[in-house]
Nanobody, 126 residues
Framework: QVQLVESEGGLVQAGGSLRLSCAAS????????MGWFRQAPGKEREFVAA????????YYADSLKGRFAISRDNNKNTVYLQMNSLKAEDTAVYYC???????????????????WGQGTQVTVSS
């Protein structure tokens, strides 16, 4: 069965950095676009970043451009999210997701994603 397993998040001071990873199994990873989403307490899950199947195109939430970077290694079936200059408002549960999409541009819509990880907590202290 398909599994997406995020790395452990953690507690980070404001201004710090953290890299999340998500290891995929049970699917043809290179046929999937991958995305990261997050959900803060009391808020809806929101789009963070996405990357197309070959890693050639990426897409970010406007508010996160320049601070977050998504990448993937198809040889390792893993997608990464590098988070820099973290702020308290970045505190959330972060989820990776897979979209059976071999198109040129990845999707930002939650509804397009077929598989989801269990989520990992990232807490940024101010």
């Amino acid at each position: 069965q398909v599994q997406l397993v995020e790395s452990e998040g953690g507690l980070v001071q404001a201004g710090g950095s953290l890299r999340l990873s998500c290891a995929a199994s049970g699917l043809a990873f290179s046929n999937y676009a991958m995305g990261w989403f997050r959900q803060a307490p009391g808020k809806e899950r929101e789009f963070v970043a996405a990357i197309n199947w070959r890693g050639a195109n990426t897409y970010y939430a406007d508010s996160l451009k320049g601070r977050f970077a998504i990448s993937r290694d198809n040889n390792k079936n893993t997608v990464y999210l590098q988070m820099n200059s973290l702020k308290a408002e970045d505190t959330a549960v972060y989820y990776c997701a897979a979209d059976r999409n071999d198109g040129w541009w990845p999707s930002w819509s939650l509804d397009d994603y077929d598989y989801w990880g269990q989520g990992t907590q990232v807490t940024v202290s101010s």
